[in-house]
């Protein structure tokens, strides 16, 4: 028997890291799949070990190579490797060695409020939007990475001898699986950092001297399918020579695998917080809440532009209320949910580590009203996955009712 062609598709995500190998045809050949845990050290606060997130990806990996060569015809033969990833979340580490010096900072943490609260009252949150693409909110990268420089320790001594590197989660995998040799990003990856000129497709000097971030510590901007350099042969127990030829952000790739790629079709993903993009043509600047943003970018073609609504606790909120109830999961919720036709008027609003779009209030906090001495467990249950319903139908209202400007908008120097 010869060996099996296959593709190895990565999948890290907030709760878990997924890995695929697929065959030519299509076909799954084995799959992997790792929780991850997240670590909440103060009230709206979120993290991970970066060093975790390594590891969670080299055992998935493991799994699903375990499971190919189990099954296949013969030796799975990896030709290539594709990345989608958590968005926005950051990592700062030794260029030297790969050893992070902090920890991983979600997406979800709110610990650069007062880093945002601060350029916004400084009048800069317009000039951030207008060149970034993004409301000046905690969610984005920014704040985050300028948090971890001036908390991680170390980080000056190795920002000096210039061994200082930060970047997203893709960038920390890409620098794992080549040994060091790149540092890289893709164009969907860096418009979530609000470091990003969207339409220079290019890190912004304004920008960076905003947050006062170094340009020389960040990954080069690459197109999502461009080459991302080869394994080294040294992590995962991946051969060396393996080419990674695709990366983009999870929702990006959401919109993608969806074939989503005309304006006029809208995708919802429902994860840990939730994301609904829709492609636009050209750059789009929504007056209700929404963020503009890079869909992906090709070597051939250019980037591809999109708004996108995000909500920060959606599918969450089950697990949270479940544990809340003392139930098993979600499923045991949904269950709990169905044995009442409605609510009896009680309503919660998800908003748990503050609200995203449309409202994009940080110090919103989740509320559970309207009961009474009828109300029961169940109904708690219905009303929050019917609150996960509810943040939805705010984003596609925003959507649905947006007067977009596309074409050139305002700049600044």
Known sequence: MGDTPAILALDQGTTNTKALL????GAVLGAGSVPTGVVHPRPGWAEQSAQGIADSVAAAIAQAIAQANATAPGPVDIRAIGISNQRESVIAWDGADGTAIGPCVLWQCRRSAPLCATLREAGHA????????????????????RWLLDNSEGAGALLEAGRLRVGTVDSWLIWHLTGGETHATDASNAARTQLLDIEACAWSPRLLALFGIPAGILPQVRASDALFGH??????????????????????????????????????????GSSLMCPTAGRAVSRHGLSSTIAWARESGGPVHAL???????????????????????????DLAASVPDSDGVYLVPALAGLGAPHWQE?????????????RPAHVARAALEGIAHQIADVIAAIDGAEEKRGPVARYS
């Open 308 to 334: 996108e609504g995000n909500i920060t606790v959606s599918g969450q909120t089950a697990a949270f209320t479940a544990e809340l109830l003392g139930l098993g999961g979600p499923q045991a919720l949904s």
């Open 126 to 145: 317009g000039q951030i939007e207008a060149l970034s693409g993004l409301g000046l909110d905690p969610l984005f990268s920014a704040g985050k990475l």
């Open 363 to 375: 110090q919103a906090r989740g509320i559970i009203c309207g009961m009474s001495l009828g109300t």
């Open 231 to 272: 394994t080294s042969g040294g992590f995962a127990g991946l051969p060396a020579g393996i080419p990674i030829h695709a990366v983009m952000g999870d929702s990006h790739a959401a919109l993608f695998g969806h074939a989503i790629t005309r304006p006029g079709w809208v995708k919802v993903t429902m994860g840990t």
């Open 22 to 25: 697929v065959g030519i045809d």
